[in-house]
């Protein structure tokens, strides 16, 4: 048997029709384009859904086949990934199927070939891919209709809008030469996040203030602290920075980067301590466990700890901006390590205790 799988790796068609995949069947699959056309007719995956029915037209009085859709979820990556194994996993036990023919738009779609080719002999791809005309207008609406997309619209506008922020707070007090600095500064943060898939971390941050503050929790509070604290810490790092910048012989861009932690990670550690204080208060109201956060506190700290004295030995040996702590360097490093190592054990005991 074959199947021919129109794939829709960020659940378009659950977000907006409310239906649950795999959707199985010619029947069902062109009921469920119907129903996704009629709540959004410009999605890209209904052309997927139909190219899919086509083929399976095409095929069906040649080949035993069968025409499913596969969904993930909106949250792009291991999560989607994870729930479009669990269906192919389940079409692969339920119908038998050798191979398969993969329907895609073209877009990320296509990412979950390795996963459908670990399960299934893959005898073809085809990609949908709707024909417009390549006028100004057209494209000019394109655009607009991509922003419209919240997924796009988070990743593109917020951090540009954080960019010209910042570069007009700094213009209006007259330091337009530190607005570059900056911008330069958040866009590389920004590209580190990117990098390893960490952007989601600061969107559950500002979307568990939000809840937080609606659902009148405790946490709002300490998330509030938390973003003050980082701020503050982001602050102290840019002005050690800075100072060591122009300083008579300006050390190399790794020192500065030594002193930006240096100054930073004590803010930065108590703001990861005050949202954890937070799940923590939360977690006893709603009578749950809440050792695990104790987990998290402790090795936190342990980080903290050892990072902050690497980073004391480095700058007091190498600059003399720090040269008055030259003398306890040593002693300073070597009391953080054994800190960090403490904290890091008694950080393991709740997780241990949770475990038994």
């Given at each position: 048997m074959k199947l021919i799988i129109a794939i829709d790796r960020d659940n378009d068609l659950g977000r907006k029709t409310g239906l649950s995949s795999p959707v199985i069947g010619r029947e069902a699959c062109l009921k469920a384009a119907e129903k996704l056309g009629l709540t959004d007719p410009e999605d890209s995956d209904l052309n997927?859904?139909?190219?899919?029915?086509?083929?399976?037209?095409?095929?069906?009085?040649?080949?035993?086949?069968?025409?499913?859709?596969?969904?993930?979820?909106?949250?792009?990556?291991?999560?989607?990934?994870?729930k479009i194994s669990d269906q192919l996993d389940f079409l692969k036990k339920t119908t038998n199927a050798d191979s398969v023919i993969l329907v895609t738009d073209g877009s990320e779609d296509e990412f979950v070939i390795p996963i459908v080719a670990s399960r299934f002999k893959i005898d073809g791809i085809r990609r949908i891919i709707v024909k417009q005309s390549k006028t100004i207008e057209s494209t000019f609406y394109l655009i607009k209709k991509m922003l419209e997309d919240p997924k796009i619209a988070k990743s593109t506008l917020t951090p540009?809008?954080?960019?010209?922020?910042i570069y007009s707070l700094f213009s209006m007090i007259g330091f337009s030469t530190w607005g570059y600095g900056f911008l330069i500064f958040i866009v590389g943060v920004y590209f580190?996040?990117?990098?390893?898939?960490?952007?989601?971390?600061?969107?559950?941050?500002?979307?568990?203030?939000?809840?937080?503050?609606?659902?009148?929790?405790?946490?709002?509070i300490t998330n509030l602290i938390a973003l003050i604290l980082i701020m503050v810490g982001i602050i102290q790092g840019v002005n050690s920075f800075w100072r060591l910048l122009n300083d008579t012989v300006a050390p190399g861009p790794l020192i500065l980067l030594v002193a930006f932690v240096y100054s930073s990670v004590w803010w930065l550690i108590f703001a990861g301590v005050s949202i954890i204080l937070g799940k923590v208060f939360d977690a006893f109201i709603e009578r749950k466990s809440i050792l695990r956060y104790f987990s998290i506190i402790f090795l936190l700290l342990a980080a903290g700890l050892i990072v902050w004295g690497g980073s004391i030995f480095i700058l007091s040996t190498t600059t003399e901006a720090y040269s008055y702590l030259r003398d306890n360097a040593v002693s300073y490093f070597l009391m953080a390590l054994f800190g960090g190592f403490l904290s890091g054990f008694l950080g393991l005991i709740p997780y241990r205790l949770k475990q038994t």
């Open positions: 997927t859904i139909y190219g899919a029915l086509k083929i399976y037209d095409e095929l069906k009085d040649k080949e035993d086949v069968e025409v499913i859709i596969v969904a993930g979820d909106e949250n792009v990556g291991i999560i989607s990934d994870s540009l809008g954080v960019l010209l922020i580190l996040l990117k990098a390893y898939g960490m952007e989601n971390v600061v969107e559950d941050y500002f979307s568990n203030l939000k809840k937080s503050l609606y659902e009148g929790r405790f946490s709002f």
